[in-house]
């Protein structure tokens, strides 16, 4: 069974371009997470999908960042216009049942975004 | 606020010797308590998981894990370290009452390295 996948693994952009991270969850898994993590800090939440429908979006930076999921299979993840601090690994991660506290989250490799 | 404290950024040992990773939990309740690692190129991949009853967990590739109420500690250990153990290990909580985002929240890692 493939794990979760995230493409690309590494992309390096220039201030205010666009930049779309994609995830393919687990097949079957209708929980979808996206983290981020900067260098040198902790990895933080971004926001939660529930099949297609955002749980939990309370972790997103601010609008430069839309995510989606269309039709609670793969998602992604959009930064326009990218900005230096957007730097840093962003880590997808699924697990199977909505509601189950105990449920593990596969995570991907992640993909490292370098804004210069 | 809730937050996980691993208080050693980079910790080297010696092949065959003991381990232990340090984290400290801060929560309203007793959180599910996980253990993630990444090694090189990985992504997070799960070693083990507490959430009620033993307070000792066994994990895999050898690793366990002690849960301390009275000090709200999850201490990572491992009596025989391996060449093949160097990564970074990433303790993490979330909420218990599941029905939730069930988002996890992170430390900011340990970064084990083994000499020869």
């Known amino acids: 069974e493939a794990g979760v996948t995230q493409f690309p693994s590494h992309s390096v952009i220039e201030k205010g371009q666009t930049v779309t991270l994609r995830c393919d969850p687990i097949s079957g898994h209708d929980n979808l997470y996206w983290y981020r993590r900067v260098m040198g800090k902790e990895i933080k939440f971004l926001l939660h999908?529930?099949?297609?429908?955002?749980?939990?979006e309370s972790g997103m930076p601010n609008n430069r960042f839309l995510a989606e999921r269309t039709g609670g299979t793969y998602s992604t993840l959009k930064v326009q216009p990218a900005e230096l601090e957007d730097s840093g690994v962003y880590f997808c991660a699924s697990s199977q049942m909505y509601g189950g506290g105990n449920t593990e989250a596969f995570f991907g490799q992640g993909t490292r975004l370098t804004v210069v | 606020a809730q937050s996980v404290t691993q208080p050693d950024i980079h910790i080297t040992v010696s092949e065959g010797a003991s381990l232990e990773l340090r984290c400290n939990y801060s929560y309203g309740a007793t959180p599910y308590l996980f253990w993630y690692v990444q090694s090189p190129g990985q992504g997070l991949q799960l070693l083990l998981k507490y959430f009620s009853g033993d307070t000792l967990v066994q994990g895999i590739k050898g690793f366990e894990a002690e849960f301390k109420r009275s000090q709200s500690s999850f201490n990572l250990r491992k009596p025989s370290v391996h060449w093949s153990d160097a990564a970074e290990y990433f303790c993490a909580v979330a909420s218990p009452y599941g029905g939730a985002t069930n988002k996890l929240i992170f430390g900011t890692g340990t970064l084990l390295a083994v000499q020869p």
């Open positions: 999908f529930v099949k297609e429908s955002k749980q939990d």
